[in-house]
Structures are given as C-alpha cells and as structure tokens.
C-alpha cells in the first residue's frame, strides 16, 4: 500500500531556528503539495509541484519559507527564521497529473511547536 | 477559482443516511467536483469525485444536478467512525490553479 511519508512527525522549536520538514511522495506521482492546516486558517495550499518544478508558491510568506525538490523522490519544506504564529500541522500530498483530477494522497503531516 | 460553501456542522445517528450539500456556483466548464474526509490528527483522505450526474463507489455517492453549481455527498448507513472532518473541492483537471477546501463539515454520527 503505497503512502506518502512525511518527517519530522513532531518539531518542537524556538523562535528564529531554522525548520526543515520533509516528504517523500508516493514512487511515481508527479505533483506534489504542501498544504499546512490550522484552527484559524483551515488547511492552506502553501506551494505546488509538478515534475519537481515549483507552478505555484503564492500561499507562502516568501520571506521565510522555501520549498524543493531536490529529486522525484524528495520534497523539502523549510521554515527561516520560525516564529511562534508558524506554528501548524503542515501535510505533504502527491498526485499524478493523469489521474482523477484533485485527487491527491497526503501524509500524516508534521506537527510544529514554535516557542 | 470556484469558491465552495458547505454547513459547518451535521449530526447524524449510526444507521442513517447522510447528505452532505456543496454549493459551488461559479463551478467552471472543466471542474470536477471532488470530496475529501479527514479524521483527526490525519492527513484528508480522497473520498470520490465526479463531474455531472451520479458517481457510486464502495464509500459513498456523489450527486451533482445538472446545472452543477451543487453536489451532495451521501454516505449511506454510517457508523461512529465515520465521524469526521468533509471537504468539498472543486478543480480542473492538470492542477491547474489553486486548490481550496474551505472549511469543511464536521459530521458527528452518535450511537
């Protein structure tokens, strides 16, 4: 049963460290998602990639966050300087861009304390 | 980008049939409509999606009129584990623009 799989699970940090979190989409899925999800926001599309080439990164505070694809087989979300309002469950997703349209699998996510 | 408006919160009894409505009036002629579940401290899970009339599949059906600016989720018989967090999305195919789930109905089905 293929799954996306995403690390840390948990990151606890203090305020103005560098954060890195890190998925690995499902073995030949060709898009792959960030999304992080709070009480406040709900779940918020922060950038997206198709055949590692980043299409859209608008949703992110581009000051601080960044996001890669080193290779098809890594996607890499960094957070720098954290700060405490960062603090969220931020959920990697692949998809395939000839599959059903929307259909994305996400991972269990990577819940960040920001202190 | 088609905005979606769902109730933020149904009740429901195990056994009972459950309708979800999206309401999506601005739907594009290329947008598929897609539904999503998503159990806490989960990542949303891909529930079933469709384009005009009536999808089935072994989880729910999806029910969109014809003119599409609604569609309603049924999930037929649920039970407690089916209490959980659905999302209405609504998209074209080649991921083209932004994805929103919005906020999502909290369904709790209780004994």
């Known amino acids: 049963d293929a799954r996306v799989t995403q690390t840390p699970r948990h990151k606890v940090t203090e305020m103005g460290q560098e954060v890195t979190m890190r998925c690995q989409p499902i073995l030949g899925h060709n898009t792959v998602f960030w999304y992080r999800q709070t009480m406040m926001q709900g779940l918020e599309l922060l950038a997206y990639?198709?055949?590692?080439?980043?299409?859209?990164d608008s949703g992110m505070p581009k000051d601080r966050f960044s996001a890669e694809m080193p290779d098809a087989t890594l996607a890499t979300l960094k957070i720098q300087p954290s700060e405490p309002r960062d603090s969220a469950v931020y959920f990697c997703?692949?998809?395939?861009?000839?599959?059903?349209?929307?259909?994305?699998?996400f991972g269990p996510g990577t819940r960040l304390t920001v202190t | 980008l088609a905005k979606t408006t769902q109730p933020i919160s149904m009740d429901s009894y195990e056994g009972q049939e459950v309708n979800i409505t999206c309401s999506h009036n601005?739907?594009?002629?290329?947008?598929?409509i897609t539904w999503y579940q998503q159990f806490p401290s989960q990542g949303p899970r891909f529930i079933i999606q469709?384009?005009?009339t009536k999808v089935t599949n072994e989880v729910a059906s999806l029910f969109i009129p014809a003119d599409r600016k609604s569609s309603t989720l049924s999930l037929p018989r649920v039970s407690l584990s089916d209490t959980a967090v659905y999302y209405c999305?609504?998209?074209?195919?080649?991921?083209?623009?932004?994805?929103?789930f919005g906020d999502g109905t909290t369904l709790t089905v209780k004994p």
């Open positions: 997703a692949s998809g395939l861009t000839s599959g059903a349209p929307w259909e994305q699998y």
């Open positions: 469709g384009y005009k």
């Open positions: 999305l609504v998209g074209s195919p080649g991921w083209a623009g932004k994805s929103t």
């Open positions: 601005n739907i594009a002629t290329n947008d598929y």
């Open positions: 990639f198709r055949n590692r080439a980043p299409l859209d």
